[in-house]
């Protein structure tokens, strides 16, 4: 059984993506090795159901997959995923042994972090890879850019920890203003031949998130670490070039669950927000902020319904929206599109993101737990999906 209210998650289209991007790296004329497509799948894969799309991806052709914590990767390792697993966060507040037992790729992003890894993996006999983050601007995880000659000689004299790559991360790709996108990538430069200085010769490097990837392709270097981009979003003000064509992957679908009316002065919702000013009819759809909806797009977002937008009026409830269909003809049972297409008219993630001022990225995690993710893999599934029409699930 599935409630009313679930995520369709069109996994063909997310294999498009991951291939359409590996594809918009690799220039035709590439001389050199084109760079590598790390796909970011913490956070459950941004609300998408973070197993399934690993193997996806691992279907699909990925070589390396990211998440957040040693905990994300033991799931991806548990589900069955082979390929290397690099873990971004922080380490001192998880178990490490994690890291050995399930082949993680941890990074190594401060001398205490090192140190750690370094007692684990002598007394386990063992040489660990992984990767090592220079901070050049974002002021959170990694060695600062600036004290490289002082923290790194003890760390790269560890005979356990292999290091096979070295990554930074960008603070402001998205930014109009692009003086500290530049200042990070000179500092970035820099770190890495001080590294070759150290005796860590031609160690490869990457640093672009989805909006550096988009917006400068110096940042490509060895590799790519899209996360949004696979999901078919773009980052805001960075439209995806005619060269890379990516398809919306979760689409989030309701269906009107009481429709009534309501005379001019009555008004609807906790905090009675929304008046009617004339006779007015509303639906009820059965999802809220428990679902991952926000409170702040009541009287701004809108739904489609029968392949028109229907604007959210009221409060947004734990459990419900309400919607006015003054001039629409609709029944309980409709179909109703919070996310997606639907005819010809489509609410992206881009827009809701606008509507209550945050960015996609936010708007896909927030899909709910208790939202069922209905996974669908053939391209007749999308199609359907496309028309407007979604298989019942
Ligand atoms: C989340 C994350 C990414 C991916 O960011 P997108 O904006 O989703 O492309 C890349 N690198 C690191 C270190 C991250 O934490």
Not at 34 to 62: C, F, S
Not at 145 to 164: G, Q
Not at 189 to 215: I, Q
Not at 302 to 311: D, E, I, Q
């Amino acid at each position: 059984m599935v409630r009313p209210t679930f995520a369709r998650i069109d996994v063909a289209a997310l294999k498009t993506n991951y291939r359409a991007l590996r594809a918009f790296v690799t220039p035709p004329s590439a001389g050199r090795r084109p760079p590598q497509v790390i796909a970011v799948l913490k956070a459950n894969a941004y609300g998408h159901g973070a197993v399934t799309v690993a193997r996806a991806l691992e279907d699909a052709g990925a070589s390396m997959l990211a998440c957040a914590d040693i905990e994300e990767g033991v799931q991806l390792r548990r589900s069955g995923v082979r390929i290397p697993i690099l873990v971004f966060g922080a380490l001192s507040i998880s178990d490490l042994a994690g890291v050995f037992e399930h082949r993680l790729t941890p990074t190594v992003s401060s001398p205490s972090a090192a140190r750690a890894l370094h007692e684990i993996a002598a007394r386990r006999g063992v040489r660990l890879r992984c990767h090592l983050k220079v901070d050049t601007g974002m002021n959170r995880f990694g060695f600062r850019y600036d004290n490289l000659r002082a923290t790194l000689p003890d760390v790269l004299a560890s005979r356990h920890l292999v290091f096979e790559a070295v990554y930074t991360h960008f603070a402001t790709a998205d930014a109009s203003d692009a003086s500290l996108f530049e200042q990070q990538q000179q500092r970035f430069d820099a770190s890495t031949a001080l590294l070759s200085e150290l005796g860590l010769a031609a160690l490869p490097r990457h640093a672009a998130n989805s909006a550096a990837l988009l917006r400068d392709r110096r940042t490509w270097l060895d590799a790519v670490r899209p996360g949004l981009l696979l999901y078919g979003a773009v980052p805001d003000g960075l439209p995806a070039p005619t060269a890379l064509r990516l398809r919306p992957v979760l689409s989030l679908h309701s269906r009107i669950v009481a429709v009534k009316g309501m005379r001019p002065g009555e008004t609807c919702g906790y905090g009675a927000r929304f008046r009617a000013d004339r006779p007015t009819r509303v639906a009820v759809i059965p999802a809220g902020y428990a679902d991952g909806l926000d409170v702040r797009m009541a009287g701004v977002g809108a739904v489609l319904v029968r392949g028109r937008r229907a604007p959210i009026v009221g409060s947004v409830c734990m459990d419900s929206i309400t919607i006015d269909v003054t001039e629409m003809d609709v029944s309980p049972g409709d179909r109703v599109v919070l996310i997606g297409a639907q005819g010809g008219e489509c609410i992206g993630v881009g827009e809701v993101a606008d509507w209550i001022g945050t960015v996609p990225h936010e708007i896909l995690c927030r899909t709910g737990s208790r939202i069922e993710r209905v996974y669908s893999d053939t391209e007749t599934d999308s199609a359907a999906a496309e028309s407007g029409e979604p298989a019942a699930p």
